[in-house]
């Protein structure tokens, strides 16, 4: 079964950016999906692309800050994020996803984003 992998998370400033990168074995899923999960708080899904068309979607807490991509050659799936807030600090983990971007089923290990001064 395909494997994830992400990196990129760090620490930055308010109002910074960084892009994280969900690198998958293979091909073989329907869609990659981004998450997030902040200390005693639910698990939150934050954007999701279809590999049949590379259409996407996003949850209106990270609509115009976040932008997922792809580069299909590289199997890889990224998440830039923009105009990072405070609350936006949390563990960062890409999950394979239906077609309609539920369902989350194989994981990577996931990523850390701090977001502070």
């Known amino acids: 079964q395909v494997q994830l992998a992400e990196s990129g998370g760090g620490l930055v400033q308010p109002g910074g950016s960084l892009r994280l990168s969900c690198v998958a074995s293979s091909s073989d899923y329907d869609a990659i999906g981004w998450f997030r999960q902040a200390p005693e708080k639910a698990r939150e899904g934050l954007s999701c692309i279809i590999s049949s068309d590379g259409s996407t979607r996003y949850a209106d807490s990270v609509k115009g800050r976040f932008t997922i991509s792809r580069d299909s050659a590289k199997n890889t799936v990224y998440l830039q994020m923009n105009s990072l807030k405070p609350e936006d600090t949390a563990v960062y983990s890409c999950?394979?996803?239906?077609?309609?971007?539920?369902?989350?089923?194989?994981w990577g290990q996931g990523t850390q984003v701090t977001v502070s001064s």
């Open positions: 999950a394979t996803v239906d077609g309609d971007c539920s369902g989350p089923e194989i």
